[in-house]
């Protein structure tokens, strides 16, 4: 079955600092993989997508994530931290051709002025 | 930013009462989810719709019923409201035919169950 591990519920880094949220996941085959960023009291907005090819992805708001299959993770980088960066960061996977999407259970990050 | 809206936004009912929420997209879109989340749980996946009067259950389907008889509006219907099902409501929409796969949320429903 299909699982999705975000290890840190919590992330604390200074502002200009660079990021590292972790996403790993299982399932057979290559699925198709997303970060979204959730605001307090806001719906989810997607920042990258991964389906195939180039490994490293780029996003809105200067975010990139690396597609590593031999680790079956998809991590989610930012070189410098901005205080608005400060939200909820969900990672899911989705079954190529199911239309269903398996999300981790969140990592917020606080960001220290 | 994609046409998802979802009414009510907030809502507090009493246990036992019924309680539907409903998702409204302009999008035309054929896929539509309802999702709950809860601290510690991330989104976890209620039902899903893949067309008109086309629906499956997903991960936490028990106490839940939807119905969707028009493209635009995907329903969701708590038959007799449990104090567990308190919790955020969102609503997403997801279209195939484009290459795109994936989800655009709505605003989100608080409900609270009393």
């Known amino acids: 079955a299909q699982s999705v591990t975000q290890p840190d519920i919590h992330i604390t880094v200074s502002e200009g600092a660079s990021l590292e949220l972790r996403c790993n996941y299982s399932?057979?085959?290559?699925?198709?993989l997303f970060w979204y960023v959730q605001s307090p009291g806001q719906g989810l907005q997607l920042l990258l997508k991964?389906?195939?090819?180039?490994?490293l992805v780029q996003g809105i708001k200067g975010f990139e994530a690396e597609f590593k299959r031999s680790q079956s993770s998809f991590n989610l980088r930012k070189p410098s931290v901005h205080w608005s960066d400060a939200a909820e960061y969900f990672c899911?996977?989705?079954?190529?051709?199911?239309?269903?999407?398996?999300f981790g259970t969140g990592t917020r990050l606080k960001v220290l002025a | 930013d994609a046409g998802i809206t979802q009414s009510p936004r907030h809502k507090v009912t009493e246990t036992g009462t019924p309680v539907t929420l409903r998702c409204h997209q302009t999008?035309?879109?054929?896929?539509m989810y309802w999702y709950r989340q809860d601290p510690g749980h991330g989104l976890r996946l209620i039902h899903y719709?893949?067309?008109?009067?086309?629906?499956d259950k997903g991960e936490v389907s028990d106490g839940y019923s939807v119905s969707r008889s028009k493209t635009e509006d995907f329903l969701l219907t708590l038959e007799s409201a449990t104090s567990s099902q308190t919790s955020v409501y969102f609503c997403?929409?997801?279209?195939?035919?484009?290459?795109?796969?994936?989800?655009?949320f709505g605003p989100g429903t608080r409900l609270t169950v009393t």
């Open positions: 899911a996977v989705g079954s190529p051709g199911t239309y269903k999407y398996i």
């Open positions: 997403a929409i997801s279209e195939s035919n484009s290459g795109n796969y994936e989800q655009y």
């Open positions: 999008e035309n879109h054929r896929y």
């Open positions: 991964y389906f195939s090819g180039d490994t």
């Open positions: 399932y057979g085959a290559t699925p198709y």
């Open positions: 719709s893949y067309g008109v009067k086309d629906t």
